[in-house]
């Protein structure tokens, strides 16, 4: 189990490194925990691990301010990590927590536009599909009612349903017909909306999550279902085997996709479509990675380190 690493507490030390990560009571994801150790040992006091809910941000006097909820101020870091993740940001919340470091000078990896173009499934897509990259076929809407969409005559089946939001292969099925989709329509909720993805049958059961760190492929894991369902995800029951260096096509379609996106650092998932062809999944601007994926924290470790030279 990771470690946990308390926020500073009283007067804190100015921080060169921050780690930004959510609000507690959550614990740091295994892999968040592991980079932060290695940061630690890298910076010493001048790093910090910070909680979105434990800070105070507006201005005084015409300048910019940061504070601890216990009133102490707090001097911008040179870089902020950030390992909260993009999906369930709030625009009056974190990504204003995030600009407001970014307009005092920080350097954040990964920057907000970056951040903002990763945190909705379609908005992926719209950059990816503009950079000429290959993604499934999509259908989404903003407002119209699900039990209407379903029924559109561009809504093909099989397909795949999944949450314009939704994480760790949560809130995904696969409808084999459109009987299905109208009657699980109904059931579905409605606070984030949905997309209806083209089945990429080669690939059912079976992913690849590419990890890029400024530009460079590092490490790479083959997720495969252990029970023939849609979904790979480690979360979800899967398998992983590292596969770093077996799939170069995907692996430079990884990094072209993380470029897209604006991403320092990026979790791209790739589907096969056949023999040394793919498609773009999705995108995550803060991947987990599996402990045997031993490459990802130096890189990351190297690309903050890169962010600290004049």
């Not at 809130?171 to 059931?187: I, K, M, N, T």
């Not at 990890?211 to 480690?234: E, F, W, Y």
């Not at 995108?283 to 045997?292: E, F, K, S, T, Y």
């Given at each position: 189990m990771a470690a946990e690493y308390c926020s500073p507490q009283g007067n804190p030390a100015p921080a060169d490194v921050w780690l930004l990560v959510r609000q507690r009571p959550a614990a740091l994801r295994r892999s968040t925990g592991e980079l932060a150790a290695a940061l630690a040992e890298a910076h010493g006091p001048r790093f910090a691990v910070w909680h979105t809910d434990e800070l105070l941000f507006g201005v005084q006097d015409g300048r910019l301010t940061l504070r601890t909820l216990g009133g102490a101020e707090l001097p911008a870091p040179r870089v902020v990590c950030v390992r909260q993740v993009a999906g369930p940001m709030h625009n009056d919340r974190e990504v204003t927590l995030l600009r407001h470091l970014d307009r005092m000078g920080s350097i954040l990896v990964n920057t907000v536009d970056a951040q903002l173009k990763s945190r909705n499934k379609i908005w992926q897509l719209q950059e990816l599909a503009l950079a000429g990259l290959p993604v499934p076929d999509t259908l989404s809407y903003a407002t119209a009612?699900?039990?209407?969409?379903?029924?559109?005559?561009?809504?093909?089946?099989?397909c795949v349903v999944k949450s314009v939001n939704g994480a760790k292969g949560g809130?995904?099925?696969?409808?084999?017909?459109?009987?299905?989709?109208?009657?699980?329509?109904?059931?579905l909720t409605q606070e984030a909306p949905f997309l209806f993805q083209e089945y990429v049958a080669p690939s059912h059961g079976r992913a690849l999550r590419v990890?890029?760190?400024?530009?460079?492929?590092?490490?790479?894991?083959?997720?495969?279902?252990?029970?023939?369902?849609?979904?790979?995800?480690?979360?979800?029951?899967?398998s992983a085997a590292l596969c770093t260096g077996r799939y170069p096509q995907a692996e430079e379609l990884a990094v072209r996709a993380a470029h897209a996106l604006g991403l320092d650092i990026a979790g791209v998932d790739l589907l096969f479509t056949a023999e040394d062809a793919y498609t773009v999944c999705e995108?995550?601007?803060?991947?987990?990675?599996?402990?045997?994926m031993t490459a990802v924290v130096p890189a990351v470790t190297a690309c903050i380190a890169r962010r600290l030279s004049p």
């Open positions: 009612p699900l039990e209407g969409v379903v029924r559109s005559p561009h809504l093909g089946t099989p809130q995904v099925f696969l409808a084999s017909d459109p009987h299905l989709l109208r009657e699980v329509a109904g059931s990890v890029v760190v400024d530009g460079v492929p590092v490490d790479a894991v083959l997720h495969a279902s252990r029970d023939g369902t849609l979904t790979a995800n480690i979360a979800k029951g899967g995108v995550n601007a803060v991947p987990g990675w599996r402990p045997q």
